[in-house]
């Protein structure tokens, strides 16, 4: 398995552009989590869905931030307007219901809103 | 909610010196506790993990222990190399979800 995918890799927009984060689960987890890493705040849980549906959104930050799972081998996180406080690095795991749900990491997606 | 704390922030060790990070847990129906290696600009990766029903897990040169009664969980690793330089962080399992620790930075020393 190739593992957890995102895309790009790096993104560097302009404050007030739309910018859309893609993600990849590893086939057959049924979890998936959306963080953002930054030095001030460490890693911080966005949202995270199981088949498909968000379960708990709390920690996106404002309504600029939103988040979809169409089908389960496909996510998308949504910044609109970005800011340069988004800055930040996102990355995206999943994980698989049963046991103990160890979480795979993606390989994130630096983003640098100037 | 959960919380999950560790220390210390830093820690620069001589290389084949022991490195200890300790990380505490507020939920007592945590479960579940992995250790995640970051080595710069790459992903968290997993390292070692913990259930509740044991109380310690050893990998070659990294360990891992738990008292549920203190709630508090440590990972030691032995004999460093350089290439143990990296961010480590603690989780605990809190539901579906995990609550991550704020991070070691471990620098080995040559």
């Known amino acids: 398995d190739a593992g957890v995918i995102q895309s790009p890799r790096h993104e560097v927009t302009e404050m007030g552009q739309e910018v859309t984060l893609r993600c990849k689960p590893i086939?057959?987890?049924?979890?998936l989590f959306w963080y953002r890493q930054t030095m001030m705040r460490g890693l911080e849980l966005l949202i995270y869905?199981?088949?498909?549906?968000?379960?708990?959104d709390s920690g996106m930050p404002e309504d600029r931030f939103s988040a979809k799972m169409p089908n389960a081998s496909f996510s998308t996180l949504k910044i609109q307007p970005s800011e340069p406080r988004d800055s930040a690095v996102y990355f995206c795991?999943?994980?698989?219901?049963?046991?103990?749900?160890?979480?795979?990491f993606g390989p994130g997606t630096r983003l640098t809103v100037t | 909610g959960e919380n999950v704390e560790q220390h210390p922030s830093t820690l620069s060790v001589q290389e084949g010196d022991s490195a200890v990070i300790k990380c505490t847990y507020s939920?007592?129906?945590?479960?579940?506790f992995p250790w995640y290696k970051q080595e710069l600009g790459k992903r968290p990766q997993l390292i070692i993990d913990?259930?509740?029903?044991?109380g310690e897990k050893k990998d070659q040169r990294i360990a891992v222990t738990l008292n549920k009664t203190a709630k508090h969980f440590s990972l030691h690793i032995t004999e460093t190399q350089p290439e143990d330089s990296a961010v480590y962080f603690c989780?605990?399992?809190?539901?579906?979800?995990?609550?991550f620790g704020p991070g070691t930075r471990l620098s080995v020393l040559p």
């Open positions: 913990i259930r509740s029903n044991v």
């Open positions: 795991a999943s994980s698989k219901s049963g046991g103990f749900m160890e979480q795979y």
């Open positions: 989780a605990a399992r809190w539901g579906q979800n995990f609550v």
């Open positions: 869905f199981n088949n498909n549906v968000p379960i708990d």
């Open positions: 939920d007592s129906a945590s479960n579940y």
């Open positions: 086939s057959g987890h049924d979890y």
